[in-house]
């Protein structure tokens, strides 16, 4: 079926390529290129299977070169795991992708012939690997002495619950104190209550037998229900990204007017999780300094630690502003003090607080044994850390797990680890306290954003048709070379039940998830994500909204890889008011561990944390939670050699564990480059900008609002002229309206530009 057929506004929009490519067959004529009976066109520039955030970033860039896409998924939603989920698809997956079924299935489709040369594609593209592991609604939450609850006679108090002494009487009485109406004497009502023993061996089975036999429920449970039936309202990313506020996302975002169609907010502020000094069962949550007030002013490090701490943040400032220096200028090297200073005065932003002072000279020699051990490689970042700077194992694992994000036990290299940390410090303070941007509506909207995008500027796109395998052929040269043919796609059944056959779409390249090649391909970890809906809010604050990151290093309750956390609410309009999101990210190497016992660790880890009040003194001990959902998806990557894939096929992987979206459009820039070498990443074609500056020469007599203004000034211009004005008044008012013409002119909206789009550009 065609979802998103390659029509816009009744004008088709499918894009011929530039002048200075390869002709096509979109180029052999002016009129609308061929189609098949789904009117899709005989050949395309480019397939892409699957519809994550690498693949639609890709498909964007590629449209607005002026390439023919065919943009093709076998589910019925956008974004596969960067895809926004709700209760009912988490439900539909579960039930496909739960414990014990398979995502080792064999494909099975007629449509896929086994004596023609073809790489077999997985039917479930970049789902292949996913697994659910737990999923859970929390319907009672338990009675006990003390506990608000609600019945048909009010809201009222459980005031005790004991044993009654009479002889073979195995009951227990509960005493309830109704609290929303009094008696004569101004008392509080009591309810007397037998439970039987049976139901006394837990606080849940309690709440379980008075609600089937008296309707009385915990108000904990009252407000879980109805916050639960607000199902509406809740954005459930499945993989949630954060986006550096001064990056290649941003760049592209801006570049691609994508932005156009994204809100964003910023992050308020990193946490820290680890054991309590005088008890290691007991968890503190701190605040990770994020400016020099913070470093000084933070209880998490010993006075010392934050010596050092600044010491070797002001050298990666340095480094950082180098640069930086260096990529504007492009130029590779920069060898005096004034360049590095120089960029001050262009980068004020609040990661300025870190750097050292204007007046204060650049330790060069401190700058150059690091660019040394750099270039050199026979340092880790960590081994850098304690030779050079002598910071202790806390402060260490902060830089590294908090500051450089890393999250494997073994520390990356210097290079690695230097180039994270520079990218962090450079997007600090940029929109508000750290350097993360938070999407509304949730991360999935990323991938719906771009995949709109490419839309507009001619890709066609298919929802619900599997890419079943690449075709390829064999050309008789000297290197007897495998080049791809096309993709074969799935069938479907249309809207008036007509049964649509599985086909052959001829291109010149295809992009795949790694997950999705049948062979080929191995994986020696997992990600592992766990979805908490919690009542109430886990860090406090005055403003009583949540958006922050929570690290937890490796090693702390039992996990070897680090754990990262993402808290969300209705701020970011991913939850209704009163709830709030926790995502749990962790990698595993070992198929024998439970993954779901691990987040499940972390997640009380968190909740039972201590951590700061806020002003108002809201109690954060009723932190509940709600909905659980576990899941994880392999890390596949190629075995093959590059030399030993068809030619034509590009792989992409998922970005696993990583906090932002800048790994996605790093990954599409890259497979963009080497798809159309020498263009621009999400630049417009020449043909397609000549072809909006005309539309908007020939628009300029349609705009209503344009008219408006100039019968509005021409009227100005006869009523001074007959008033008998000056020639100087008359010739400055022809100036004015002449202006104004001129800035007409150039008033060319987005809207516009993308209508204009649907132009055939040949």
Known sequence: MVDVPNEINGL?????????????????STDDPPRDDEGLLLEYDTVICGTGLVQSILASALARAGKSVLHCDGSDLYGELDAVWSFETIEQLYDQYGQGKGNDEEISNSAVDKDIWSVPLSPKGGLSSLQFHSLHTVRYFGIETGTAVESRYGKGTVRSIERNQTINDDTFTLQLELSDWKLADQKSPVLYISVPSTVMDDSVHLEEHLHAVQNI?????????????????????????????????????????????????????????????????????????????????????????????????????DYATKMAVAEELEVEAMETEVEVLSLNERHLNQGRSLARPQNKAVATNDLQALEQHMEDGNLSFDEFLTQNYKLSPKLRSIVRYALAWETDPTSTSLAT?????????????????????CPMYGSGELSQAFCRSAAVFGATYLLRRAPLAVQYEEKLCDDSSKTVKGVILSGDTGSDEEIIKGKLVKCSNVVV?????????????????????????????????????????????GNSHAIHGALLDRSVAVSPFGCTLL?????????????????????????????????????????????????????????EEPSDLTNGIHICNHSGQTLTADVAFEQARSLFQTICPGMEFLGLSKSFDEAIQQRAREKRYDDDEKMMLESALSMIVDKSANSNKSAATTAAAAKDVAKREVLLDLRVSFCERASLATLDVT
């Not at 011929?16 to 096509?24: A, L």
């Not at 915990?218 to 550096?244: G, N, W, Y």
């Not at 499940?600 to 009723?622: C, P």
Request: some cysteine; charged content about 20%; glycine content about 4%.
């Open 12 to 28: 088709h929009c499918d894009a011929n390529t530039d002048d200075k490519q390869q002709p096509t067959p979109n180029e052999q």
């Open 217 to 317: 429920r915990s108000t904990t449970t009252v407000q879980a229900e109805e916050l639960m039936k607000l199902h509406r309202f809740f954005a459930l990313d499945a993989t949630p990204a954060f986006i550096l506020a001064s990056g290649p996302a941003v760049q592209g975002m801006i570049a691609s007017n994508v932005a156009d169609y994204l809100e964003f907010k910023a992050v308020e502020g990193l946490y820290w999780l680890e054991a309590s000094q005088d008890n290691d069962k007991n968890f503190e949550l701190s605040r990770v300094p994020c400016s020099k007030n913070d470093v000084f002013g933070t209880k998490l490090l010993a006075p010392m630690d934050k010596r050092r701490l600044m010491k070797f943040i002001q050298l990666s400032m």
């Open 417 to 437: 680890g230097m180039l994270i940390l520079r990218r962090h410090l450079q997007a600090l303070g940029r929109y508000g306290n750290t350097a993360f941007l």
């Open 513 to 557: 998830p790694a997950t999705a090649l049948m062979t080929g391909t191995k994986s020696t970890c997992r990600i592992v994500r766990r979805l908490s809906i919690l009542k109430g809010q886990v860090i406090p604050s005055e403003n009583r909204e949540q958006r922050y990151v929570v690290f937890i290093p490796p090693n702390t309750i």
């Open 583 to 639: 995502h749990l990210t962790t990698t595993v190497e070992n198929k024998n561990h439970d993954p779901d016992n691990i987040l499940e660790h972390a997640k009380n880890a968190i909740l039972t944390s201590k951590r700061l009040v806020n002003n108002k003194g809201d109690d954060v001990d009723s932190l509940v939670e709600l909905y659980h959902v576990t899941f994880s998806h392999s890390l596949a990557q190629v075995s």
